[in-house]
């Protein structure tokens, strides 16, 4: 069965007299018949009541609580207000209207609020996950920048000037579980550290690991350390004359 606010005909007599005081009134405009004041709200209530006049009783309508002492003086206040309601076909509610006071004949714009705030909410949280989003590649790439300076700095250490590398970037931004990684990397290329076992060293401090690399460069023959220093690429090389 169709709900009765989808029904081509509404069973709501409020809602199909609106209806029709609308078709009426555009009817009359594109006629070219003169409207009289507050045309739509006057043909509002002669269809759903049948009488030219509007009283209290009318009003009552839209504002069950208004009492006729509040009406005086202000009845042109509340017609006007009605007339661009229904106009508008609800999406006008002026004061002295109360909020929501045209659901009941246009329960449609109610949806129509609801999807256009459910939409903005979706755009809004979409542009907030974007924005976080940006936010978190910016700090990523900080962050990788970052590390591939220590790394490159790193290169151009031997196992007997480490510890320096290590005391420069331990505490920054970077985080630990990296240094490591780079600095068990950087180790393989060493004979002196070949004695050096990772998984002996994995529940160690790093600095233990450190103090032991020093220890180690120590006790490396000189021509081992010799050795080690001509591998770190800071050597001016050789170019042939052509």
């Known amino acids: 069965m169709i709900p009765a606010n989808l029904s081509l005909v509404p069973f709501s007599p409020e809602r199909r007299a609106a209806m029709e005081a609308i078709a009426e009134v555009e009817r009359r405009r594109s006629r070219g018949a003169v409207s009289t004041i507050y045309p739509y709200a006057s043909a509002f209530f002669r269809r759903l009541t049948g009488s030219t006049r509007i009283t209290i009783r009318e009003i009552h309508h839209f504002a069950p609580v208004l009492t006729a002492r509040e009406l005086r003086g202000c009845r042109d206040s509340w017609l006007s207000a009605i007339d661009a309601l229904i106009e508008s076909r609800g999406t006008r509610c002026w004061l002295p209207l109360p909020v929501g006071a045209g659901q009941r004949l246009f329960p449609e714009v109610a949806f129509q609020q609801t999807e256009r705030v459910r939409c903005q909410d979706a755009l809004r949280d979409e542009k907030y996950t974007r924005q976080r989003h940006k936010e ?11 590390a591939g300076q220590a790394e490159i700095e790193l290169a151009f250490h031997t196992p007997e000037t480490v510890s320096s590398w290590s005391a420069r970037w331990s505490g920054t931004e970077l985080r630990q579980y990296d240094l490591e990684e780079m600095f068990w990397r950087w180790s393989e290329r060493f004979p002196s550290l070949a004695p050096v076992e990772r998984w002996m060293t ?32 800071n050597k001016l090389t050789a170019r042939s004359r052509g």
């Open 202 to 233: 994995e529940s160690q401090p790093f600095w233990t690991v450190m103090a032991e690399t020093d220890a180690l460069a120590r006790e490396s023959t000189e021509s081992v350390r010799q050795l080690e220093r001509w591998m770190v690429p």
């Open 136 to 146: 978190r590649c910016q700090r990523e790439r900080a962050y990788q920048a970052l």
